[in-house]
């Protein structure tokens, strides 16, 4: 791998792993907190569940920037699809100082369906770029449909 590849590699991975760690410091505290007097729906995974499927997630991610990123050198220039990406790794890190920090469901909701929308968008320009980075976002935009609908039902059961 060429040095500018590796170093690509790595940037994504930080800026993924970055965000997640981030996200993980607004959560953690929550977690133990004021989320266990939250009511949840009948479908709502332990909450051992989120820290695997999320380590995935932000791997699978890393990997799709990666592959965008590196079609710049065939000439492939597409800034909106990486400003896309960022939108998007943005409004996942937001997402827990809303629903988390904020403690804020109704909000959650708000910029979660935001993240679908700028999710989805970001797969379908990532799409004609590398079809494979888009496909590496597939099961985080499963899983956030996911969230969605948990989140949904969380604010549905505590007004």
């Given at each position: 791998?060429?040095?500018?590849?590796?170093?690509?590699?790595?940037?994504?991975?930080?800026?993924?792993?970055?965000?997640?760690?981030?996200?993980?410091?607004?959560?953690?505290?929550?977690?133990?907190?004021?989320?266990?007097?939250?009511?949840?729906?009948?479908?709502?995974?332990?909450?051992?569940?989120?820290?695997?499927?999320?380590?995935?997630?932000?791997?699978?991610?890393?990997?799709?920037?990666?592959l965008v990123w590196r079609e710049?050198?065939?000439?492939?220039?597409?800034?909106?699809?990486?400003?896309?990406?960022?939108?998007?790794?943005?409004?996942?890190?937001?997402?827990?100082?809303?629903?988390?920090?904020?403690?804020?469901?109704?909000?959650?909701?708000?910029?979660?369906?935001?993240?679908?929308?700028?999710?989805?968008?970001?797969?379908?320009?990532?799409?004609?770029?590398?079809?494979?980075?888009?496909?590496?976002?597939?099961?985080?935009?499963?899983?956030?449909?996911?969230?969605?609908?948990?989140?949904?039902?969380?604010?549905?059961?505590?007004?």
């Open positions: 791998m060429h040095h500018l590849e590796l170093k690509k590699l790595l940037v994504s991975l930080l800026a993924c792993f970055g965000a997640a760690a981030l996200g993980s410091a607004i959560t953690q505290p929550a977690v133990s907190g004021w989320y266990t007097t939250v009511q949840r729906p009948s479908f709502a995974p332990p909450n051992e569940v989120f820290a695997p499927v999320w380590t995935l997630l932000y791997f699978l991610m890393a990997v799709a920037l990666y710049r050198k065939n000439g492939v220039r597409d800034n909106l699809a990486l400003k896309l990406f960022v939108a998007q790794l943005a409004l996942n890190v937001s997402w827990s100082a809303v629903f988390f920090g904020l403690q804020s469901i109704g909000g959650g909701l708000v910029v979660i369906l935001l993240l679908g929308i700028t999710l989805l968008a970001t797969i379908l320009r990532f799409w004609p770029i590398s079809r494979l980075a888009a496909a590496c976002l597939i099961p985080y935009f499963l899983w956030l449909s996911f969230a969605t609908a948990l989140n949904f039902a969380i604010w549905r059961l505590n007004p």
